[in-house]
Nanobody
Framework: QVHLVESGGGLVQAGDSLRLSCAAP????????IGWFRQAPGKQREGVGC?????????YYADSVKGRFTISRDNAKNTVYLQMNSLKPEDTAVYYC???????????????WGQGTQVTVSS
């Protein structure tokens, strides 16, 4: 089963930045729309940032992160990034990347998931 590998999480203070990475050791990420999702304890999973597979690189962001998070691709490195700025305590969650059916509203995740990376933002 193919999988994705997330990295870059950590413990930061409110207002700090982090960049998460999503790599695919076994397939070409640029062939798929990719989404970043997060799940905090007791809360539903939320799609926070998603990017299309086309050359335009259409993106979608949840209202809760719009203007603070940026999703991007580096096809040469077969990696998708989530740049997170102005972090807030409510951004604390496990962040996952996944292949998705469409970038619009992050579609539906399918197939490959990563193991997740913990982001903790202290106030």
């Amino acid at each position: 089963q193919v999988h994705l590998v997330e990295s870059g999480g950590g413990l930061v203070q409110a207002g700090d930045s982090l960049r998460l990475s999503c790599a695919a050791p076994e397939f070409t990420l640029s062939d798929y729309a990719i989404g970043w999702f997060r799940q905090a304890p007791g809360k539903q999973r939320e799609g926070v940032g998603c990017i299309s597979s086309n050359t335009v690189g259409d993106t979608y962001y949840a209202d809760s992160v719009k203007g603070r998070f940026t999703i991007s691709r580096d096809n040469a490195k077969n990696t998708v990034y989530l740049q997170m700025n102005s972090l807030k305590p409510e951004d604390t969650a496990v962040y996952y990347c996944a292949t998705i059916t469409t970038w619009r509203h992050c579609g539906v995740p399918f197939g490959a998931w990563g193991q997740g990376t913990q982001v903790t933002v202290s106030s």
